[in-house]
């Protein structure tokens, strides 16, 4: 089942179209990575889903439930956490999420539980200082904690990792992750080492429509074997493979790179490296990076 289905959306600001007949859908208990560059149109697509922005053409569905522009019906099922959420200063974490559970209506018991339980979740119990001194980090965990209040079955988050440091970082990420088996997650980004790190599926925005849609493995394995790197024993080595060979990246003084143009390239390599006695460490087809794979689609 898929808890949220984009089908065939636009929406332009002006004569800018931001999104342009795009689709995707997001499958149950999937921690689902939503990348693209500054201005891709990530935080326009979440506050469509969020029923905060109207839609040009195209529906959303969430858990099968269409959404409807000014109204909150399909938001009991949806946490959001906005790209600059915005708290109460005066207020401790405790007192915060107890004023949104009785926004939200939620009932007293189910209040305290909740709040207890999300708030030792994100590391933040025992910190009963006000909201106004917590660092950056402390404070996008509370924003989780208030997203998961309702116990949603989808939590959207944007870009919940920009800004912070690496251990605030993992914190978020790792949070994220733990919530997996009962929410699914559709976080934005252009952090792809966080996305190599917990997503599980991954769409590519590139000018309004979805440029790759897939798991990790699949999307890596379509570039999979393209480069082929070699490393040898010392720099000679290297050089003189650089003058027998045309078509060669320098990566350093003992590593080369060489495209992998047609099936026998392999063989061939080997059979220059036998012929001229030199030396290697190894020999491999390369797996493309997250970024090869991003810095290719935004190119074109
Ligand atoms: N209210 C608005 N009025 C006019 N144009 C807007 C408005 N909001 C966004 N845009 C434009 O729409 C495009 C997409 O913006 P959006 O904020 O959705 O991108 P984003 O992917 O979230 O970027 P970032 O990574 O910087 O957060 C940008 O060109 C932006 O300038
Ligand atoms: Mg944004």
New binding site residues.
């Given amino acids: 089942m898929d808890i949220l289905k984009i089908s065939n959306i636009s929406k332009s600001?002006?004569s800018?179209k931001?999104i342009d007949n795009m689709s995707f859908s997001v499958p149950e208990n999937s921690i689902f990575g939503f990348i693209?560059?500054?201005?891709?149109?990530?935080?326009?697509?979440m506050k469509m889903i969020l029923g905060l922005l109207k839609i040009d053409s195209g529906d959303i569905f969430v858990d099968g439930e269409k959404v409807v522009f000014g109204e909150n019906k399909t938001n009991k099922h949806i946490g959001y956490l906005p790209?600059v959420p915005e708290f109460y200063g005066f207020m401790t974490s405790l007192e915060y999420l107890k004023l949104c559970g009785k926004i939200t209506g939620m009932n007293d018991k189910d209040i305290i539980n909740k709040s207890n339980e999300l708030i030792e979740l994100v590391g933040l119990k025992n910190i009963n200082k006000k909201i106004k001194s917590f660092s950056r980090g402390m404070k996008q965990r509370l924003g989780i904690a208030q997203a998961l209040l309702n116990s949603p079955k989808l939590l959207v988050c944007?870009?919940p990792t920009s800004a912070l440091d690496p251990i605030g970082r993992k914190d978020v990420l790792d949070i994220l992750y733990s919530v997996k088996e009962h929410t699914t997650v559709l976080f934005?980004t252009?952090v792809l080492s966080d996305v190599e790190r917990i997503s599980d599926h991954i769409v590519f925005?590139n000018k309004g429509k979805i440029a790759l849609n897939g798991t990790l493995e699949e999307l890596k394995s379509i570039k999979k074997g393209e480069k082929i790197e070699i490393e040898f024993l010392n720099s000679n080595e290297a050089k003189l493979f650089s003058q027998i060979y045309v078509d060669v990246n320098k990566i350093s003084n003992t590593k080369l790179i060489i495209s992998n143009k047609n099936e026998n390239e392999m063989l061939e390599i080997m059979k220059l490296l036998y012929q001229n006695n030199i030396s290697i460490q190894s020999l491999e087809k390369l797996e493309p990076t997250l970024e090869d794979l991003f810095l290719e689609v935004i190119s074109k």
């Fill in positions: 600001y002006g800018n931001v693209g560059k500054n201005g891709a149109g990530k935080t326009t697509t790209d944007d870009e934005s252009h925005l």
